[in-house]
Nanobody, 121 residues
Framework: QVQLVESGGGLVQAGGSLRLSCAAS????????MGWYRQAPGKQRELVAT???????TYGDSVKGRFTISRDNAKNTLYLQMNSLKPEDTAVYYC???????????????WGQGTQVTVSP
């Protein structure tokens, strides 16, 4: 079984910072891309940032220049440093990972349970 567990969410004032973490554990052979998505109430889930196993990154337009995604491959852990937070960043943030559980298995996407980020004006 594979688990992705997010942490680091919370309440912060506008202009503040938070750092999210996502630890992947369980029966994991290899991890490819990892990423963060978010979903605000009444809105569709949207891309925040992704990172490949080699470190190439992409960002959603609304977070470029404020958020930084990174990963520690040795620890199977994903991070999201969020600076200059705005009230519109308020959402549940989800971690996702494309991985395979053995050398014989195919690639599958896994999701964490989400962590709430609330930014007050």
């Amino acid at each position: 079984q594979v688990q992705l567990v997010e942490s680091g969410g919370g309440l912060v004032q506008a202009g503040g910072s938070l750092r999210l973490s996502c630890a992947a554990s369980g029966s994991i052979f290899s991890i490819n891309a990892m990423g963060w998505y978010r979903q605000a109430p009444g809105k569709q889930r949207e891309l925040v940032a992704t990172i490949t196993s080699g470190g190439s990154t992409t960002y959603g337009d609304s977070v470029k220049g404020r958020f930084t995604i990174s990963r520690d491959n040795a620890k199977n852990t994903l991070y999201l440093q969020m600076n200059s937070l705005k009230p519109e960043d308020t959402a549940v943030y989800y971690c996702t990972s494309e991985l395979r559980r053995s050398i014989r298995s195919g690639w599958s996407n896994y999701w964490g349970q989400g962590t709430q980020v609330t930014v007050s004006p």
